[in-house]
DNA sequence: TTGTAAGCGTTATCAA
DNA sequence: TTGATAACGCTTACAA
C-alpha cells in the first residue's frame, strides 16, 4: 500500500507550481506545450492517479450518472443498460444504477440515495405504480437534469424518451384485423403507465378504424408475468365467445400464453393469433414464431444517455426538447400468420 | 438552485462546533443523545444532505463497488447484477458498473477507470479471451480487494465464486448417458475459460467413468452464440457417425441447436437428447422443454457483494477465502428423457 | 505562461 | 461530551 502521488509531488519534482500541474493534466491552452509534455510524462512515471473526489468537491460536479430502473434482469432493460453504459463510458461519465424492484417506496429510497451521491443527472424508467413523483422535485429544483425512459411521466422540466406506444399499439392489432381476426384481446400492464395506456390506445384506435366495437371485456390488465400469460390463456378457454387474436404487451408472458394455449388444444394461428411486445430474443425460439413489435433498446439507451451527456456538457439543452420518439415496427413471424404455410 | 446547506450552517444556528454536528450525524458514541436529536431534526428541517465527495476525500473511501463483466444484456448476467445490486444498496453500497463487450482491451479500459474512481473494490468476469491479469495488478498492489465470480482467473491474492463446474459437466453428461447416449457431442466456449474447461473436464470423466471413448471431433468450440447453436445442429447432420445427445454450455445456443436439428428432421430427444446450461427462462419455452443446470444467478451475485463489503467492513478477511463454490444443479426437462411420453 | 492562495465540506486528532 | 484546527487533493481567481 505506497502512499498516493499528487500534483504536489509532481509539482515539487519538476520544480512548477501544482496549478500548473493540474492545468497541463487538464489540456489546459493556456501552458506551454512542453511543460505538458514533461508533466504529463513525470505523472505517468509517477504512478500518478487522479483524485476524482477532490476533483468534485472542488467542481461540484460528480461525471455521474444515476439510474433508476424497475428490474434490471429483463432482455430488454439490460439491453437499455448496455447502450447507456456504453455511451456514457465513451464519454468518461460512470453509471450508478439501481433498480426499484417495481416498488414506489425502493424508487423513493434509490432517488434519495442518487441525490445524495450527487450525479450530474439522472435516468428513470418508473416502477409499476409510482404515480406522483414528488421524490425527484429535488433534482428538478437544484436543476440537476431529469430523463425518463420507456415508463415516462411527462412533466415540463422533463424529457422523455419513448417510441410511439399508440402507433406500436395500432400497427399490432391492424396486422391482426388484417389477417382475419374479429375479436381481439388484449393482456396488458397496469394503465397508470404510459407505455400500457399508449397501447391501448392504439389497440382502440385499430378497432374503431376498421368498424370493430370495443369489448373491454376482452382487455386483460396484469401484471405480465409469465404466469399472467398462462392465465391469459385460461381464460381464453373459458370464454364463451372466444378471441381469435390476442395482442400481448410483452413478449416473455405472450410466448407463455401461446404455449399455454397449445397445451389446451388451440391451434396458432389458426385458432388463434398471437402477437407480442419487445423483440425479445426468445420470440424467435418459440413454436410458431411470435409476430411482435421491434423495440430498440440499445438505442434507447444510447440516445438517454448521449442526450443527458450533451446537456451536462452544454451542447444541447434538454428542457426545450420535451420528447424524443424512436422508432419501433411490427416484425411478422408466424404466430399472425393465418394462412401460413407453417 | 438553492444553496447547498454544510454542516457549518447546522452549527452555526445550533450554536455547536461543526465536529459535534459531524459526530452526531454519524452516530458517533460519545455524543449527547439529545444533542444528536436536536442535531438530526436540524439537519432534516433544513434540507441538508451530506457531501460524499468531501467525506471521500476526508476518509479515503468511496463507498463503491466497481463491477465488470462481458455483457450486460445476458439473462444471466443481468441476474448476477440484480443480486449483487440488492446487497450493496442495502449496505449503502453504490455499484458502478462497466462491460468488456468480451474484449481484453475494453476490459483494460474498465479496469483503468475503476482504478481511477477509486472504488472501494471491484467484481470481475472476464472477457473471453483475457489470460493476463497484468491490469488488476495495481488494485493487488494497493490491497483493493478484487473478487472474481463465474468467469474467474485464479490468484493467491483474490477470491474466487464459481458453481463446482466440473460437477456440473459430470452430471449434465452422465445424465445423458444414464438416458442411453453412448456417441455425446460436446458444444463449448473458449477452453481458456474456468467455466468451460471445467465443463469439459466434467465432460471427459463422465466418459471414462462410464467406459465411453473421448472422441476429440466430437468437441466443438464456440462462441456460444445462436448462431453457433445453429452450426452444431448441421454440422451433426453431416457426421458420419452422428451423435445421439448433445450438451451445449449455453441455453440459448442450446435452444437454437435444438430447433435447427428439429428443422432438419431429428427428432429430440429421440434421435439426438439436448442438454444446456444455465437454466436461462428461453429453456422453459422451447419444445421440447430444455434440461439444463440450474445456476444460481442471483445467488451468486449477493454472495459476490457481500463477501466483498464483509471484507471492507472488516467481517471477513477475503484474503484467506480463496474460492467459495455455489450449488447448482441438473434440472431434468423433456429434451433428454429418450423414453419420454411428452 | 506560470505562481499564489483560498477554498470545496468533511473528519480525525488533540485539547479542553 | 464538545471544540479548535489541520488536513484530504484539487481547481481557479487573481496576480505576476
Redesign the pocket.
Known sequence: ME???????I?KRL????????????D?????????TLITAMARQMG????????N????RTNTIGVIVPRLNSNFMSTVLAGMEKVANEASYNLIISQSLESVKKEIANAKTMFNSRVDGLLVSVAYDTDKIDHFEAFIKKGIPLLFFDRVIEHKQCTSIVIDNVKAGYDAVTHLIEQGCRRIMHVTGNLKRNVYADRLAGYQQALRQHGLPYDESLVMVTDLSQEAGTEAARRIQNMPERPDGVFVTNDFCAVCCLITLKKLGFSVPDDIAVVGFNDDPVSQVVEPDLTTIHYPGAKMGEVAAQSLINHLNGLLDIQTTNKIILHSELVVRHSSLKSSSY
Chains 1, 2 share one sequence.
Open positions: 502512499k498516493e502521488i499528487t500534483i504536489y509531488d509539482a520544480k512548477l507550481s501544482p496549478a500548473t500541474v493540474s492545468r497541463a493534466l487538464n489546459h491552452p493556456a501552458i506551454n506545450s512542453d511543460t505538458k500518478y492517479r487522479t483524485n476524482t473526489f477532490a476533483s468537491l472542488r467542481r461540484q
